[in-house]
């Protein structure tokens, strides 16, 4: 074992990516025509080892790369400028890393065990837009207000097995309304349920879903107008549900919905109304109230990526830098969770987020034993310790010259 055959930790991450089906992609956009030196594949990885070590520019980028020789290894890459990542980013068609986006997507979910798609029968999709805010006088391609310029994040994320699955993504200039991505976003699927707020609210395709059977639930809107209430259904009065109802809407000289639906008033903690509207007139309406509260998840997904990712420093200004940019933050995001998934750790995503920005460049065993240890409790009871993980990384220690401590009795290289 030496320097040339271990693999870092970041090299294990980044084996999720299908490599092939970026080599045909690429090949068939053309997009390495000309190039000598900076290939897609190399700028993906590179800018994906931006997006975990949360690098600002493309001058600190390139600078991490030229004064680390493991990351010129694990890049594949001897050098580069800033100018050359710049004029790259720039011409690099955004579509290539929304299929990779997309293969990474399919491939996780493809991982779930089938026993627990049967259990998930009813597959919840919750569906948001997420605006992402940029300087007017540098995107003025992306004006959306007087004063303001912005991409949009149109997301459907899926719950199943017990994460939040970012399944779908579409960017678009922040002008556009939010369900003006409904019909890419919610798709026919008789198994799922899809979760949404009043910002999508449109009657004809509530109608259209309907006649699917694609089931969803929303927010009603306060305009809201009640055609006709058809049944009055019997509520618990100690229970939160303070009505259940089956009702038309529409008026004139809207439109008259051609579907009858089902309308759910409930008590929030805080003492607040909230009025639902489904197409499911079977699922019980406490279940339907604890299944919106679920939206939430979509919220904090935005939050995540917004918080950990570079998402709001800019590597370049002009459309396809940025929103390669967006693609690649959504492609680390994937990876990290089915990373986890790979090395079976149960903590939080964050935990492996960090765990990767400080042991990115150690062999993975060493990485693996940092989440244990922070997982394990802080009691004076016995611990456990991975020996084959410290073992690992003390040989690794004294492969690269770094084990002029290990003479020093008092001192434990890992723990």
């Given amino acids: 074992m030496d320097e040339d055959t271990t693999k870092s930790s970041f090299t294990e991450y980044l084996e999720g990516i299908d490599s092939k089906l970026l080599f045909h992609t690429v090949d068939r956009l053309k997009l390495d025509r000309y190039t000598k030196k900076l290939f897609t594949s190399n700028l993906l990885k590179l800018m994906i080892y931006g ?33 050359q990542l710049s004029r790259r980013l720039r011409d690099v068609n955004p579509e290539v890393f929304q299929a990779v986006f997309t293969q990474l997507v399919a491939q996780i979910l493809a991982s779930v065990p089938p026993k ?4 998930e029968a009813k597959r919840l999709c919750i569906v ?11 995107f003025r391609w992306a004006e ?26 579409i960017l678009t200039y922040a002008r556009p309304s939010d369900r003006s991505q409904m019909k890419e976003l919610v798709e026919v ?56 109802a089956i009702v038309w809407l529409g008026h004139y000289p809207g439109y008259w919905m051609r579907s009858k639906l089902r309308l759910i008033a409930v008590r929030t903690e805080d003492g607040e109304t909230i009025e639902m509207l489904t197409n499911d007139l ?16 979509i919220e904090l997904f935005f939050k995540w990526i917004k918080q950990h ?9 002009s459309r396809s830098a940025v929103y390669n940019q967006v693609w690649v ?47 394990e409790r802080t009691s004076r009871g016995r611990r456990v310790y991975n020996v084959e993980a410290i073992f690992a990384y003390t040989v690794w220690q004294y492969e690269q010259g770094k084990a002029d401590h290990l003479d020093d009795r008092t001192y434990d290289p890992v723990i």
């Avoid at 627990?116 to 259990?119: D, F, I, L, M, S």
């Avoid at 995001?333 to 990373?339: E, Q």
């Fill in 51 to 83: 997006q975990v070590k949360q690098v600002s520019s493309l001058t600190d980028l390139s600078l991490h790369l030229n004064e680390q020789d493991l990351l010129k290894r694990d890049i594949g890459l001897p050098s580069i400028s800033t100018s």
């Fill in 282 to 297: 079977d699922l019980d309406a406490t279940e339907i109230a604890a299944l919106y509260r679920r939206r939430w998840q």
């Fill in 144 to 169: 959306f207000r007087s004063t303001k310029a912005g991409i949009k994040l149109h997301q459907r994320v899926v719950l199943a097995d017990g994460e939040t699955f970012p399944e779908k993504a």
């Fill in 128 to 138: 948001d837009a997420s605006t992402i805010t940029m300087c007017l006088s540098t």
């Fill in 189 to 244: 699927d008789e198994d799922a349920l899809y979760l949404f707020d009043r910002g999508y609210v449109d009657y004809r395709k509530f109608d259209h879903y309907n006649v699917t059977g694609t089931r969803f639930v929303t927010r009603l809107k306060h305009n809201a107008r009640v055609r006709e209430v058809e049944e009055e259904r019997h509520v618990d009065p100690e229970s939160k549900i303070l009505r259940d």
């Fill in 116 to 119: 627990q798609k049967r259990e």
């Fill in 329 to 375: 933050a959504l492609i680390t995001y994937v990876l990290f969770i089915g990373f986890r998934r790979r090395i079976k750790h149960q903590g939080r995503l964050l935990d492996v987020y960090k765990g990767m920005q400080h042991h990115w460049d150690k062999p993975l065993a060493l990485l693996i034993a940092c989440l244990r240890r922070r997982g």
């Fill in 309 to 317: 990712l570079v998402i709001k420093r800019w590597y370049g200004t």
